[in-house]
């Protein structure tokens, strides 16, 4: 069988790093072969990949319901990229002819003719090289980062229409302007946008004002009370209804009315069309209330189980634990405290959070602990392994607790 041979050459404008290799984990380089139904974002076509980050942040990459951070590998080998050409061998004769061990080939051989240049270069195979690699990009699935979604909506709430003529158009936001800010994928943006209770009112995501939500949440009660509906068996109309009848003024909006029905409400098992209003929801979200308005930085427990149970309207009894994960309880102190903490203020990365965790309380319960940290892995598995990483375990009275496993994390 006869040796291949290959002549390499580099062109005479090659410029390195003009190509990137990507490596696809399975599931995603399946998405290329099956077409996949996509979310059309604004006026952009859907594609099957989107790469997403500011400048100063790490590159993440996007299925429609997947994100993936991006993260330059190297390698120990260098990749050579080239592709055929069209030259043909002897134009390098001087090249070949200058090499040492093609000399040494020559020297060697049987054969009587004198040449210059060995037999293979007629039937060699010439590409030109296009690149030299030696890294490649590295995918790896991770949660998407819609923890600034509240801090990008926050500056411009929904106070009702009256309030309307006041607010700046610049600081509204489409699906489509928050995707250039927030590093997730079509499904995920959608959900991050739900889990913070924000609407879409004229094309724009708001935020509802606190003071304002709250008064269609215990106006949205009474009428309720009022007109003999069951708060444990309402539709979306009934709240629309209800409230249109209720406000004297411009009116509640219908799409506010339905959405704060289904921001406190669970849908009936028995009927998907009505909705039961939940004694969790309303109490946490008063109790809240209560807390962030408060202009001391604690206070007594007792005196605020008290002013809560007076500020939440019957039939609902408030319980502390409906206030996890966004209330500290100071049990070592006496009499004992509270503290407004909510979890929205905590960064979005793991170690910034453990670090402000472990700052403001030196030793957690795991109780106490997983309100403010179920969002920063997938599963319980992650989140096991996040645990280790960053906190230590110890156990007191049969309750296993958690301090940091550094003194300070930097």
Request: glycine share 2%.
């Amino acid at each position: 069988m006869t040796d291949s041979h290959t002549i390499l050459y580099f062109a005479d404008d090659f410029d390195p790093r003009q190509y990137r290799l990507l490596e696809l984990p399975k599931e995603l380089a399946a998405l290329l072969d099956t077409p996949q139904p996509r979310t059309v974002v604004g006026n952009k076509q859907p594609s099957c990949f989107v790469v997403r980050g500011q400048e100063s942040d790490e590159a993440t990459l996007h299925t429609e319901n997947k994100t993936y951070t991006v993260r330059d590998v190297q390698t120990s080998n260098t990749l050579l990229l080239a592709k055929p050409s069209n030259r043909h061998p002897t134009d390098f004769a001087t090249e070949i002819a200058a090499d040492p061990s093609i000399v040494t080939e020559l020297q060697n051989s049987d054969s009587e003719t004198s040449s210059i240049l060995p037999a293979w270069v007629d039937t060699a195979h010439v590409y030109e090289v296009q690149d030299c690699i030696s890294n490649y990009l590295e995918l790896t699935l991770t949660q998407p980062r819609v923890g600034k979604l509240r801090e990008i909506l926050e500056p411009c709430l929904y106070a009702g229409p009256k309030e309307e003529a006041r607010v700046d158009q610049k600081l509204l936001y489409t699906t489509e302007s928050l995707h250039e800010l927030v590093q997730a994928s079509n499904e995920e943006l959608l959900q991050g946008l739900k889990e913070v209770e924000a609407l879409e009112i004229d094309g724009h995501w708001r935020l509802l004002d606190p003071a304002y939500q709250e008064t269609v949440l215990r106006l949205l009660i009474v009428s309720a009370i009022a007109d003999d509906i069951p708060l444990s068996h309402m539709t979306l109309e009934d709240a629309a209804r209800l409230l249109n009848d209720a406000d004297d003024d411009d009116g509640i909006p219908k799409s506010v009315s339905m959405h704060v029905l289904i921001a406190f409400a669970d849908k009936d098992g028995e009927n998907e069309q009505t909705y039961a209003i939940s004694s969790s929801k309303v109490c946490r979200f008063l109790g809240q209330q209560l807390l962030a308005n408060s202009t001391r930085h604690s206070q007594s427990l007792t005196s605020f189980l008290q002013s809560w149970s007076e500020n939440v309207p019957e039939p609902f009894e408030v319980e502390i634990d409906m206030l996890k994960g966004t209330a500290l309880i100071h049990n070592d102190e006496l009499p004992r405290t509270i503290q407004y903490f909510p979890k929205s203020t905590l960064p979005s990365e793991a170690k910034q959070r453990f670090e402000r965790l472990f700052d403001v309380k030196r030793k957690w319960s795991y109780d106490e602990l997983l309100p403010y940290i179920d969002d920063l892995a997938p599963d319980k598995k992650k989140l096991d392994a996040l645990l280790m990483k960053y906190a230590r375990m110890s156990k007191s009275a049969n309750t296993m607790f958690y301090t940091s496993r550094f003194s300070t994390m930097k």
